[in-house]
């Protein structure tokens, strides 16, 4: 996977999950992340639910990047299911986040 480090992409789920107390935590940890790493969050959120197909990263990610018209840290929080969209997204791409995720716990 490009852009983003998976443990990442694990620390934005375990937060989601926990939206409700972690919400500071998850748009400071985003903020700080590159362009390139926020769009591939996006990308991978895409392709978790639905709107890509993995087999079109590329152009998942360069629409992220593009069209990044909000701060990321906004859209995603706004996103319904945006743990389940993530984790699916990885999985789609043969990753599991779950390894990650026990790891942050």
Known sequence: MEHISVNKVAAVIVMAREL?????????FID???????AALVAIMWIGRGAFEVDEWADAFGTAMNEA???TADYLIGTPHLADHLEAGLDAMGISAIDEENQLM
């Open 32 to 38: 700080r992340m590159d362009e390139e790493e926020q």
């Open 69 to 71: 018209t909000t701060p």
């Open 20 to 28: 409700s107390r972690a919400e500071g935590e998850m748009r400071a």
